[in-house]
């Protein structure tokens, strides 16, 4: 048997450098040209707003879960720049299907900070968003919501519409069955959708490293035929110079596109989690380093469009905007009993219509109808 080494094959990926976006330094810096939306004041305080206003909300809902005001809650903590830079590159025609950790996309996509409290009270009237209609629920089950995002975009397809489904998941998501099998689909098909990879090092308690073998997240694209680009998740414009592209590109009929964007999970896993179990502190405080939220402020500072009065008069804004959502919620009255009834079928089955009815009379006969 011949012992010479085996060549690389000569195919695509073993060709393919694996481009990373960046736009702006973890020092705040302008890496290169920035985009022409990075060079307007106006749009750079959008987009701080909202990673603020993400963080803001971020804070309160752990304070109320701690103090057993909430459900569990999944942080966003130190990945701010991802939801809101996918999201601010959307139009308000497209969908966001996102997962546990995309607050920052949904507020930006016009989700109120009530409904979120709400949705994470436990009370899935947090999800009827008066805002975007048909944007998706909070997804808890990993990766489930990839094959969704699929179908949303065959439907823009199939009815000639040009509009956009953008799907948001975590690295943990990129193992699973039903990840692969939406990312096949959605290239045989060449369907108008993005697919983000909110890459934030740890599945739970699983690192990246131990998850797959794979150079890169993006790459895995590849196999479907998919276009793919890695790019700074802690910079929240070079995040959205990426989506912007990527969605553009789908609704001109190009196909779809996967974008890893390298970010790091500041927090616990959830508020159910010690994340101090699996890794070690140095390695968070290292990570810190790279925090969106100081980065944009830092560029913005340089740029003479953000002074030390802004930040006060900002974080007072939305700490009361926070505050007041969450005495909103504090003080609606509970969901009907109905409802669990009312919100499953379109048409209730009769077995369900006779149970509904006994306990309608039963909530009588407690006084509480």
Same mark, same amino acid.
């Given at each position: 048997m011949s012992q010479d080494k085996e060549k690389p094959l000569d195919t695509m990926a073993g060709q393919l450098a694996i481009a990373c976006r960046k736009c702006l330094s973890p020092d705040g810096k302008a890496v290169g040209d920035l985009p022409a939306f990075a060079r307007d004041p106006a749009e750079l305080v959008a +987009?701080?707003? =909202? /990673? *603020? %206003?993400?963080? *803001?909300f971020d804070e309160k809902a752990v304070a109320l879960q701690r103090t057993g005001r909430l459900g569990t809650f999944a942080s966003s903590l130190g990945q701010e720049a991802v939801g809101v830079g996918v999201a601010s590159a959307m139009r308000a025609e497209d969908v966001f299907v996102p997962s546990f950790r995309e607050q920052g996309g949904q507020l930006v996509r016009g989700v109120t900070p009530e409904e979120l409290l709400t949705y994470w009270g436990g009370d899935e009237r947090g999800s009827d968003f008066a805002g975007p209609r048909e944007d998706f629920p909070v997804c808890i089950p990993v990766a489930s919501h990839v094959p969704h995002a699929v179908g949303v975009a065959l439907a823009f397809q199939m009815r000639g519409q040009a509009r956009v489904a953008v799907c948001v998941f975590g690295d943990g998501a990129t193992s699973k069955g039903d990840f692969y099998e939406a990312l096949n689909m959605a290239g045989v098909w060449n369907v108008p959708a993005v697919f983000v990879v909110n890459n934030n090092q740890w599945a739970i308690s699983v690192p990246r490293a131990r998850q797959t073998a794979a150079a890169t997240l993006a790459q895995k =694209? +590849?196999?479907?035929?998919?276009?793919?680009?890695?790019?700074?998740?802690?910079? /929240? /414009?070079a995040v959205r110079a990426a989506s912007s592209k990527a969605i553009e590109r789908a609704r001109a009929g190009d196909g779809p596109t996967l974008i890893e964007a390298l970010t790091y999970r500041l927090a616990d896993h959830t508020t159910a989690d010690?994340?101090?179990r699996y890794r070690a502190d140095e390695e968070v405080s290292a990570h810190?380093?790279?925090?969106? /939220?100081?980065?944009?402020?830092?560029?913005? *500072?340089?740029?003479?469009?953000?002074?030390?009065?802004?930040?006060?008069? %900002?974080?007072?804004?939305?700490?009361?905007r926070i505050d007041e959502a969450a005495r909103a919620v504090a003080e609606r009255a509970p969901a009907a009993m109905t409802d669990m009834f009312d919100y +499953?079928?379109?048409? +209730?089955?009769?077995? %369900?219509?006779r149970q509904r009815a006994r306990a309608v009379a039963g909530e009588k006969e407690r006084g509480n109808g």
């Open positions: +987009l701080y707003r =909202a /990673v *603020v %206003l993400t963080r *803001v =694209a +590849l196999s479907a035929g998919i276009a793919c680009e890695q790019v700074d998740g802690n910079d /929240v /414009v010690d994340a101090h810190w380093r790279e925090d969106p /939220v100081a980065r944009l402020r830092t560029y913005m *500072v340089a740029q003479g469009c953000w002074s030390k009065e802004d930040e006060e008069g %900002l974080l007072a804004s939305l700490r009361s +499953l079928f379109a048409e +209730l089955p009769d077995d %369900l219509v």
